[in-house]
């Protein structure tokens, strides 16, 4: 059995793989790095600001800007959803008033075609009633010739038992 082809990449090419890691650079480690910055700031000032003028450790102020920290962190979610449940809402009211113009369009069309179906078949339909026709001709004929021969044989044998 032939051992398959490892899948071999394609060299990289150095000026694209540069600038891959230069935008990379810019655009995760940089917010990144700003981000815990920012955050280890405020959380050295909100340690600092514990403590008041005699350096006594002031729990109220401590616990005052973590509820603030919390807060913030759950309006923001809670902005995010109500930020979607709004673009929602405005997608139904759009789609209400986009869907009967179109909705008219399609029945409008439908209804075209219903009328190029009618009057393609009308041919169609002809010779299938008249087909009918000479086909309910045809099993009526032969209905009236089974009875005569039924007749004729009661007949026969009605002769033949006098």
């Given amino acids: 059995m032939a051992k398959r082809k490892r899948f071999q990449p394609r060299p990289r090419n150095p000026i694209t793989e540069a600038r891959h890691k230069r935008d990379m650079w810019w655009q995760v480690y940089l917010p990144l790095l700003f981000g815990a910055l ?15 003028s005699s350096m006594a450790l002031n729990t109220s102020a401590f616990a005052d800007a973590m ?3 919390l807060l913030t962190a759950l309006i923001s979610v809670l902005l995010g959803g109500l930020v979607a449940v709004g673009a929602m809402i405005w997608g139904v009211m759009w789609l209400i008033n986009w869907i009967p113009g179109n909705i008219r369009i399609v029945h409008d069309y439908l209804f075209l075609a219903v009328e190029y179906v009618t009057r393609w078949m ?16 045809t099993a009526n004929s032969l209905h009236a010739l089974q009875e005569k021969v039924e007749q004729r044989l009661v007949r026969q044998s009605e002769d033949s038992l006098q």
């Fill in 38 to 52: 920012v955050f280890i700031g405020l959380a050295t000032w909100v340690m600092l600001s514990a403590f008041d």
């Fill in 67 to 69: 509820t603030i920290m």
């Fill in 122 to 137: 009308q041919p169609v339909r002809k010779t299938a009633l008249s087909a009918n026709q000479r086909f309910d001709a």
